[in-house]
C-alpha cells in the first residue's frame, strides 16, 4: 500500500518536473537523442542501380531473383536511467540531497522520453544490482518509476558502477541511451565505461555537493564515511589541513571529467545547491553542435 504522503510527493514532481519538459526540455532531448541507427523494414525485388551491398541472399535463394533488405530510421528509444543509491547519496547540506536532485533529474528525463515516444527503464544499484524496472512507454510507467526511487530502502553500503554497467550490457540486446546518474565515489570502472560506450549511447551526470569540498573550523571531530563505515578524527581547526582536504576533492572530480573527456563519454555537472536546467540545457546545446 502506497501511503498518501509518497503519492503527494510523486504528483508534486509530476508537475514540476512535466512544467520543464513541456516548456523547456522535450524538444530539446527530441534533438539531442532522435534515432540515429537503422532497423531491417521489408525486402524487395532488386532494381537497376541499388546497393548490391543489401542483397538479401536467403530470400534471394528462395525466390530465383535477387531482393535487398530495405532499412528505416529507428525511431522508438530506449532510455535506461542507472541511479547511484549507495549511502553517499543521501548526503545533502543545503535544500536537497544528491539522491533527491538524481530523481528530479530522472523524472525529467523520462517525462521527455516518452514525450518522444520512448520506452523508458530503471536500473537502482550500490554494490550490487538493487531493482530493475524493464522499459515500457507512458505516464503510468514513469510514476512507477519516480514511486520506486523515492521510496527503496537500499540494503548496499558501497557503489560499485561496474557492477551496474555489466548488468545493463547484458539486459539490453540492442543500442539504448544510458544515463548513469552518481557521485562516482567508487573506483576501478573504467573498462565497463569504455565498453557500455560503444554498445550504447552513454550519457553520465555527476551529482556532488559543494560542502563535501570543504571542512567547517570545529577543531578534532570524527568522520564517518558512509560507504565503508570507517570512522577517522580530524584537526578541522588546521588550514593546512581544511586546504589538503578541498585539494584533494577538487582534484578527483577534475580527473573524473578528463577521463571522461579522453573516453569521449557525454557528462553532466550538477550540484545540490545550483539549478540543473542551465547545465541540461547546455548539455543538448553540445549534443546538437556535435550532430
Known amino acids: 500500500m502506497i501511503s498518501k504522503d509518497i503519492l503527494k510527493k510523486v504528483r508534486k514532481l509530476e508537475i514540476q518536473t512535466k512544467g520543464l519538459v513541456n516548456n523547456i526540455f522535450g524538444g530539446e532531448y527530441q534533438s539531442a537523442f532522435k534515432g540515429r541507427g537503422m532497423e531491417f523494414s521489408e525486402v524487395r525485388a532488386y532494381s537497376y542501380g541499388d546497393d548490391v551491398r543489401q542483397i538479401d541472399w536467403n530470400v534471394t535463394a528462395r525466390n530465383g531473383e535477387p531482393y535487398i533488405k530495405i532499412f528505416e530510421e529507428e525511431r522508438e528509444q530506449i532510455l535506461m536511467l542507472c541511479v547511484d543509491i549507495s549511502p553517499s547519496g543521501f548526503f545533502g547540506s543545503l535544500s536537497q540531497t544528491k539522491m533527491e536532485l538524481a530523481i528530479e533529474l530522472s523524472a525529467v528525463l523520462a517525462f521527455s522520453a516518452i514525450k518522444n515516444g520512448d520506452k523508458v527503464g530503471l536500473v537502482l544499484f550500490s ?11 507512458g505516464r503510468t510507467h514513469v510514476l512507477r518509476l519516480i514511486r520506486e526511487l523515492l521510496t527503496i ?10 557492477e551496474a554497467l555489466g548488468y545493463v550490457n547484458r539486459l539490453l540486446d540492442r543500442r539504448a541511451i544510458i544515463v548513469l546518474a552518481s557521485d562516482f565515489e567508487d573506483s576501478d ?9 560503444r554498445k550504447h549511447d552513454l550519457v553520465n551526470i555527476i551529482i556532488h555537493d559543494e560542502h563535501e ?4 573550523n570545529m577543531g578534532l571531530i570524527p568522520f564517518t564515511d558512509p560507504e565503508t563505515g570507517d570512522e577517522i578524527l580530524i584537526d578541522t581547526s588546521s588550514k593546512k589541513v581544511r586546504n589538503a ?10 580527473d573524473l571529467k578528463e ?5 569521449k563519454i557525454d557528462s553532466i555537472e550538477v550540484k545540490t545547491n545550483h539549478s540543473y536546467v542551465k547545465p541540461l540545457i547546455n548539455f ?3 549534443r546538437l553542435q556535435r550532430y
Not at 127 to 137: A, C, Q
Open 127 to 137: 554494490d550490487h544490482i538493487e531493482k530493475v524496472i524493464p522499459p515500457k512507454k
Open 259 to 263: 577521463k571522461f573527456l579522453k573516453s
Open 245 to 254: 582536504f578541498r585539494a584533494r576533492r577538487l582534484k578527483k572530480r577534475a
Open 153 to 162: 530502502k537500499p540494503t548496499g553500503k558501497r557503489t560499485d558502477i561496474a
Open 284 to 286: 543538448f546545446h553540445r
Open 189 to 197: 570502472f573504467d573498462k565497463q565505461l569504455k565498453i557500455t560506450n
Open 213 to 216: 569540498e570543504y571542512l567547517p
